[in-house]
């Protein structure tokens, strides 16, 4: 080819790869996108500007300091008809945080009971964990927790016919009854000693792990950590002569004063939870335990190590690295599950704030934008704890 | 040379094989085990006679009324009295063949791709999977059609989940492939977008999401547009369901071999090309037993419609419980009734699930 | 005329592949340093060397499967640069054979080789079978026609996927370690094909292990290492004496056995 075609073909192609430049076609892709949306969001803004202003609804996050003008069936931080709706939300925040707390915690133990139950040699064991998850599984959430608020709790005795266990504990159709307990001074001294039990134990376990690696020698710290957590605060509530006493629930004309009152819709909304999250949980941990190839077993017991300790030191760390990602989302799913709460009335923050609140404000925006926040953060702090968890659990590989 | 005579197989002694063995390896293999099975048989010997005397021996069958509940045992009549708003809602009753059809068709459309020979399958299947939903809402509405005009006030029931299940996955495939390609993409700003906007779907609570349908939407639209409420949800649940799939077909496209994309470049197939050839038909392959749990999911998650009005099968429960001809605690059997209803058609597609899942694993590995 | 049009007839000696300083990096890591290849129509090259030498990256750069950030490439007269339509010039004049076949599973064998002609040549159907099937009997394997890749061995995959490579009409042919994923009873049957290719003069670059294929086809073999080209001679010379200490290690290290 000549010097002058090749010039000339050159200049062909730098007038034509103006486009053709997969580059530039990028940036031209993502401005035409950024284009759309903009035309889109303006068009929504200045719609809802309009339509705020013909309402008469008002913005701004002034309402969280008027005052909110109703009652809430149950607050764990004291609340009224005068309080204001930032205390509402606050109120709606911590019963949410509690029910997915409570929620979480049986959720997964039933899901490990249940999920190590499927390995049985016991045939009937083996079954019963099958049905239980086929079960629960296939039936929507929302109809366990009427069937368990409706057909179940509301089938309890009234409460001047409770079931009650021990003359303290009283079950009927307003809820479950405990009692309380109260600390008298002192008490903090026997809090003190729990906690100190705890740093002791903990201290205890790094100091038994060095001599293990040091001298061989094993150190029971399980019995040694459990004696130390239950005997110190013991210690302690003998020398400052036990300060506590039970409040107990009284029956007083139509219902119990006094005591710790679980109402029934959280009963049911925790109970529903929980047994629905457990089958995902079950399901996991059965995925994660059948991941463990077989042949890790088989070496384990060809070395001559016990059954209980290939579980806890071979196979439940490799099976945590399947089972930890599945959690993580479980436990997300549950956190947005909890909002079912609306249903049955228990007051979660969904049910105070984008419920009553909103209806009563109408200021939409910020409310749904407030609670939506709310569960973005706690769900981001969940994926943060467990992604920690993971990577504590992961194995290290060759990149 | 010693003839080698091959000893003949002896049966196995009874105590390790057949069922004594069984029961014996099964059920009482160790003592505690033992006692374990002791204690499950006992409270199973007390509890089973009990119930499926009150759910079947001493049953109420037949009736009407709520005078016919006389018997100890459950009042099925309530279920069968209230069978017709279970599945269909309130829809008129000369029109429910409609109901009925469009879920015929709904069958026949799922089907096709798997019966259609080849060519066809993308030509006619595929955009008749595409155009049911709109189809079916029309139908189903009347005008078009020259029937008559039912309100979408009066849709309900059981048929009410499954037409609003399924016509939000069937226009979420589309959608949330572009997202996940979108996710996948080299340039910043789209794939940004695309993460924001499967992140929000997917982390914001479904109610959530209902409920800034019907509260917030109406804000966003010119003063005086009046939007379906039902078209409103039906927009709800395509975005929501897009977000799940996004991160489903997340997975399968990161199950493909970068073989497979070189491939199609070598041969000089174009981007949409590529992905629509190559790429598509093989995530969907890969991601079926996923695209299926999240449907499952999905369907179950109709029930909340309850919350904001939709007489779907739980919030006809719940009216007909509450219904004063017949007050009397029928929750037991109404809530029952759903619950099979749902746990047939979960359990099934899970079962079908599972199958897909072993026809993958297999031909995988040849 | 466009640019590609204007220089796709070359003569029978003319420059086909021409890398002039082309450098590649992997972030920081400099992967191939100042590459320098001249290839002419009808030559066989092979290409070997330890793993890492970047090899494989060099001849994945030729159909842009890689890109690089230095020097220049011009295939068939055409250069590569930032432009969707020279890329598409040069793909489909160039052909490619994997080492992990990567046929599409989701397609029969036939439409396997169809795929190309169709949406890319824009061949009628009836045409692009019948180049289909002529390849395929070429590679000896035309009852297969109707079968998925998942039901054949893999060395008549690898066929399937030569003979996909071909009915795009290439000019050149890239082959990556293309016998490396074979069991040894199948290589034979895939090397066959490679040097019938070979004899009829079809242009290709090999990177390979199978230095017996080297010696019988090769004009050229070339070594590399680090990503460099340290050597490259007729095979004769390249296994007979070679120039290089570094060869020269290499090939006591792979004709051991």
């Not at chain 1, 490990?112 to 039936?139: C, D, H, K, P, Q």
């Amino acid at each position: 080819m000549s010097q002058e075609q090749r010039n000339q073909s050159q200049v062909a192609t730098a007038n034509r790869s103006f486009f053709n430049n997969p580059r530039n076609r990028a940036l031209i892709y993502q401005f035409l996108l950024l284009l759309g949306l903009g035309y889109f969001f303006y068009n929504i803004v200045s719609n809802t500007l309009a339509n705020m202003e013909a309402r008469g609804i008002k913005s701004g996050f002034d309402f969280l300091f008027t005052a909110s003008g109703f009652d809430i069936l149950m607050t764990l931080i004291p609340y009224d008809a005068t309080s204001t709706y930032g205390r509402t939300f606050v109120v709606g925040l911590l019963n949410t945080i509690l029910v997915s707390a409570v929620g979480i915690f049986f959720a997964t133990i039933i899901g490990f009971i249940m999920g190590v139950a499927y390995f049985s040699r016991n045939w009937l064991i083996n079954r019963l964990s099958i049905i239980y998850v086929e079960t629960f599984r296939n039936i929507p959430l929302l109809l366990q927790v009427f069937f368990w608020y409706f057909a179940v709790l509301a089938a309890l005795p009234s409460p001047r016919e409770s079931m009650s266990f021990g003359e303290s504990i009283f079950l009927n159709v307003r809820g479950l009854f405990l009692p309380e307990v109260v600390g008298e001074p002192g008490s903090n001294w026997v809090v003190f000693a729990f906690f100190a039990g705890l740093g002791i134990t903990w201290y205890i376990k790094k100091w038994a792990k060095k001599r293990q690696d040091e001298t061989g020698e094993q150190f029971p710290v399980l019995s040694t950590g459990l004696a130390i957590i239950l005997g110190l605060p013991l210690l302690a509530m003998l020398i400052t002569g036990i300060p506590f006493y039970l409040e107990y629930p009284e029956l007083k004309g139509f219902s119990f004063r006094g005591g710790v009152t679980v109402i029934p819709e959280l009963m049911a909304l925790t109970v529903a939870l929980s047994v629905y999250t457990g089958t995902f949980i079950a399901e996991a941990v059965r995925a994660g335990i059948q991941s463990v190839p077989h042949g890790q077993t088989e070496a384990a017991r060809s070395i001559g190590m016990k059954e209980r300790k290939i579980m806890s030191l071979i196979i439940v760390p490799q099976a945590m690295r399947v089972i930890v990602p599945l959690l993580n989302s479980e436990y997300q799913s549950l956190v947005k599950n909890s909002t079912l709460a609306t249903a049955i009335g228990y007051p979660d923050l969904f049910t105070v704030f984008v419920g009553t609140s909103l209806n009563q404000t109408g200021q939409a925006i910020e409310i749904v934008f407030m609670t939506m926040a709310v569960y973005f953060v706690i769900n981001m702090i969940i994926s943060f704890l467990m992604n920690r968890f993971n990577a504590s659990v992961a194995l290290v590989e060759r990149k | 040379m010693k003839e080698f005579k091959p000893l003949p197989a002896r049966p196995a002694p009874i105590q390790t094989a057949g069922p004594i063995g069984w029961i014996r390896n099964n059920l009482f293999p160790t003592p505690l085990n033992s006692l374990v099975t002791l204690l499950i048989l006992a409270f199973l010997a007390t509890i089973i006679p009990d119930l499926v005397s009150w759910l079947f021996i001493d049953a109420d069958w037949e009736g009407e009324t709520q005078a016919a509940c006389t018997s100890e045992g459950a009042c099925w009549v309530f279920v069968s009295a209230w069978m017709q708003q279970f599945l269909y809602g309130s829809y008129p009753t000369d029109e429910i063949w409609r109901i009925n059809l469009a879920i015929l068709v709904l069958g026949a459309v799922i089907a096709a791709p798997y019966l259609l020979p080849k060519d066809l399958r993308n030509k006619v299947g595929v955009p008749l999977f595409l155009a049911f939903p709109f189809v079916g809402a029309a139908f189903l509405d009347g005008r078009l059609f020259g029937l008559e005009f039912v309100s979408t006030d009066y849709w309900g029931g059981f048929t009410l989940n499954i037409f609003l299940a399924s016509a939000s996955i069937i226009i979420a495939f589309p959608l949330s492939f572009l997202w996940a390609l979108g996710r996948r993409s080299d340039m910043p700003f789209t794939k940004s977008v695309c993460i924001v906007l499967i992140e929000f779907f997917r982390g914001v609570p479904v109610l959530a999401l209902f409920f800034m349908g019907s509260v917030m939407l109406p804000l966003f639209f010119p003063e005086g547009t009046n939007v379906d409420k039902l078209l409103r949800v039906w927009i709800v649940l395509i975005l929501f369901m897009s977000g799940y799939m996004a991160e489903v077909f997340r997975g399968g496209f990161a199950a493909i071999p970068q073989g497979q994309y070189e491939a199609a470049d070598s041969l000089g197939l174009s981007y949409w090309q590529k992905t629509l050839l190559i790429i598509l038909p093989q995530v969907i392959k890969v991601s079926m037993p996923n695209i299926l749990a999240t449907f499952i999911m999905l369907f179950k998650n109709t029930t909340f419609l309850l919350i904001i009005g939709i007489f779907e099968i739980l919030s006809t429960t719940q009216t007909a419980l509450s219904n004063s001809n017949w007050l009397g605690g029928h929750a037991a059997e109404g809530y029952l009734f759903v619950a099979l209803v749902f746990w047939v058609c979960c359990f099934g597609m899970s079962l079908i699930s599972a199958n897909i899942e072993r026809k993958l694993d297999t031909s995988h590995r040849s | 005329m466009t640019n590609s049009e204007q220089v796709s007839s070359v003569s029978s000696d003319e420059d086909v592949i021409i890398i002039k300083d082309l450098n590649k990096w992997y972030g920081s890591f400099h992967v191939l340093k100042q590459i320098n290849l001249t290839v002419k129509k009808g030559e066989r090259i092979v290409i070997c060397g330890p793993s890492g030498s970047g090899k494989s990256t060099m001849i994945r750069c030729i159909n842009r499967l890689e890109e690089f950030q230095e020097g220049s490439l011009i295939v068939n007269g055409v250069e590569m640069i930032e432009d969707v339509k020279n890329i598409e010039a040069i793909r489909r004049e160039v052909g490619m054979v994997f080492q992990h076949f990567n046929l599409f599973p989701h397609l029969t064998i036939l439409e396997n080789l169809t795929l190309g002609p169709i949406w890319v040549q824009k061949k009628p159907k009836e045409e692009a079978e019948a180049t289909a099937m002529k390849y395929l009997e070429r590679v000896k394997i035309p009852d297969q026609a109707l079968k998925f890749p998942g039901q054949l061995s893999g060395g008549q995959q690898q066929r399937v996927a030569i003979a996909r490579s071909l009915c795009m009409s290439p000019q050149i042919m890239l082959f990556d370690e293309p016998t490396s994923a074979l069991d040894p009873e199948m290589i034979k049957e895939v090397l066959d094909v490679m040097v019938e290719l070979a004899e009829e003069g079809m242009t290709m670059l090999c990177v390979t292990h199978e230095m017996g294929f080297a010696k019988k086809v090769a004009d050229r073999v070339i070594f590399m290492d680090g990503g460099e080209i340290v050597e490259q001679n007729t095979p004769h010379e390249f296994f007979e004496s070679p120039e290089t200490d570094r060869l020269q290690l290499f090939l006591s290290q792979i004709l051991q056995h």
